[in-house]
């Protein structure tokens, strides 16, 4: 098993050297972007390392064994082999596998998912798309050893998923101990990985197939490049028409033991410059100081040679107490957001390795193998639910976007859900509807947000809106909302309510009725259907508002009792 990325600069700044190199010509360099490129598939958006890999015995995978859930991946995961510092949500994976930790604390078999069952890589796209995640950077080590043909599967199903759910991505090489990487980066990209830019989810920026290049000016022995083999490598992908985003030490404009002297041309040669902050902030005071010393800097630097700049923000590790159940990521979001940076990038999504995860996670000990040791997310005694990261990392993406506004407060509760009857079944799901006016599209009305809302075009009655509930699901009460505020004055809406098994053929689940909304009284309304259904897909079908030419809604809740 290879370094992590977190013990590779642990180790480097252990050490307090600093190698120094000689300059090099910057006519080397390649051309740079205008600073401040337009919105694309980076810029403007949020992105999330994803590793994919992760292998079990018996999944199929070429690598054959417990692949990074273990130290040794022969032998099944345990309390004594162990290589993940805390533990999925493993309740919506159809493939899982048996591990001879104990049970977990509800009784149920201590089982893990295997990143080689294409629905696990479904399963983690669905949530990209479900909780407002833009892109996903699929991690890409030394492929010419014996993880290669591992790796090289993965990257067809990332594919296959960012197809299928709707989410870009982008192939981040990571350089960490490749020795040969000055002409093998070249040999797969040509071979291999430029084929999967024929996808119409390859990420594209400024017009240009999008390519991360992880690890150049890191001081310490698993990334010894020169300055001239870095640039050498950065001007050949630009030759081949790429934007290069490049992975760097976070001192990669101040200097200081983790970066080497001498690089200050291969940074400036980049497109996006996103430097690494594993392993660097713990806590809340540790993310402002990194504002200060860090990010107002660097984002002045880049603007000033043309460069999009994509700090990075990580949910903290679970195992080190770090999460304070959300106020430290999103005290990272604000301070990303008020600097003004072009993108985000999210340190990872599952990262069960280093416990910066977002993917779902266990919520407490009930989802813990008992006598394991592992942290649930209410370590600090605050309830988490399991997508709570997943929820953070969309309403970061939102305040980037500009569609909530700057706040040091974090816009949702680490939980939403209750039990039973109380559930909101709808929350974050996918959606799908008629017609929308500007910017209110239909995912603002299951976004738990009581301000945004979904608004259809106008004077163009009917107009319909639907939420995907993931499988056939028993719901006998939906909750209608309107924003809150008085200046929404009270109106009648007419409305009647659909379902179906596969998103076809709908069946009446509830006749049209005119359903007022009041502000005095919560703009609210409960429908309650004659007997409980079970849909997959809930559709609302809209045919009069008495306060505006249009449907709308805030809040389309869906509940089982």
């Not at 910057?26 to 999330?48: E, F, I, Q, R, Y």
């Not at 995912?443 to 738990?448: C, E, F, I, L, P």
């Amino acid at each position: 098993m290879g370094l992590t990325r977190r013990k590779l600069l642990q180790a480097a700044l252990s050490t307090g050297a600093i190698a120094t190199v000689g300059g090099v010509q910057t006519a080397l360099a390649g051309p740079a972007a205008a600073a401040g490129s337009p919105p694309g598939d980076v810029v403007g958006k949020v992105t999330v390392g994803y590793q994919g890999w992760f292998a079990c015995g018996g999944d199929g995978a070429p690598i054959n064994g417990w692949w990074h859930w273990t130290q040794d991946w022969s032998r099944s995961p345990s309390p004594s082999n162990t290589g993940i510092k805390c533990w999925p949500d493993m309740r919506e994976y159809t493939h899982d596998y048996r591990t001879a930790y104990d049970n977990l604390g509800n009784g149920q078999p201590a089982t893990l998912f295997s990143s080689y069952d294409q629905q696990t890589v479904d399963t983690h796209f669905r949530w990209m798309r479900q909780y407002g995640i833009d892109t996903a950077a699929l991690q890409r080590f030394n492929p010419t050893g014996g993880e290669g043909p591992t790796r090289d599967a993965m990257a067809a199903k990332v594919r296959s998923a960012a197809e299928s759910q709707g989410v870009k991505f982008y192939v981040m090489y990571d350089v960490t101990g490749w020795t040969g990487m000055r002409s093998e980066i070249k040999a797969d990209w040509t071979d291999k990985m430029k084929a999967h830019t024929s996808s119409p989810q390859y990420a594209t920026q400024n017009g240009r197939p999008v390519v991360c290049v992880w690890g150049f000016g890191f001081n310490d022995a698993n990334h010894p490049f020169s300055p001239e083999a870095c640039l050498d490598v950065i001007n050949w992908f630009t030759e081949q028409g790429c934007y290069v985003i490049g992975g760097v030490p976070r001192e990669w404009r101040t200097g200081g033991a983790g970066s080497r002297a001498g690089y200050a041309d291969v940074y400036h040669a980049f497109d996006m410059i996103s430097p690494w902050m594993i392993g660097a902030i713990g806590n809340s005071a540790d993310a402002d100081n990194a504002y200060t010393t860090y990010t107002v800097g660097d984002q002045a630097d880049c603007a000033a040679h043309g460069i999009d700049y994509q700090p990075c923000v990580l949910p903290g590790d679970v195992s080190a107490r770090q999460r304070a159940h959300g106020d430290f990521m999103w005290r990272q979001f604000y301070n990303m957001c008020r600097a003004g940076v072009q993108g985000i990038y999210i340190s990872m999504f599952d990262e069960y390795n280093e416990g910066n995860q977002i993917a779902k996670t266990a919520e407490s000990q009930a989802w813990t193998p008992t006598g394991s040791g592992f942290l649930a997310l209410d370590e600090d005694g605050t309830a988490c639910s399991s997508d709570y990261y997943l929820r953070l990392t969309g309403d970061g993406g939102r305040m980037l976007k500009g569609l909530i506004a700057l706040t040091p407060v974090r816009p949702t509760p680490p939980t939403t859900t209750g039990s039973g009857g109380d559930t909101d079944l709808a929350l974050r799901r996918p959606t799908a509807e008629s017609s929308h006016t500007q910017v209110y599209g239909s995912s603002n009305a299951v976004d738990g947000n009581a301000d945004s809302y979904w608004e259809s075009a106008n004077n163009a009655f009917p107009q319909w809106i639907q939420v995907d509930l993931g499988a056939a699901t028993a719901v006998r009460r939906i909750v209608l909302t309107l924003p809150p505020s008085s200046a929404w004055s009270a109106r009648t809406q007419t409305v009647s309510v659909q379902g179906s098994a596969d998103g076809g053929g709908f069946a009446q689940l509830l006749a049209a009725a005119d359903r007022r909304f009041d502000p005095a009284t919560g703009n609210s309304v409960t429908l309650t259907l004659p007997a409980t259904a079970t849909p997959r897909f809930v559709r609302l079908t809209f045919t009069a508002n008495s306060g505006w030419p249009a449907a709308q809604l805030s809040g389309f809740a869906v509940h089982a009792g």
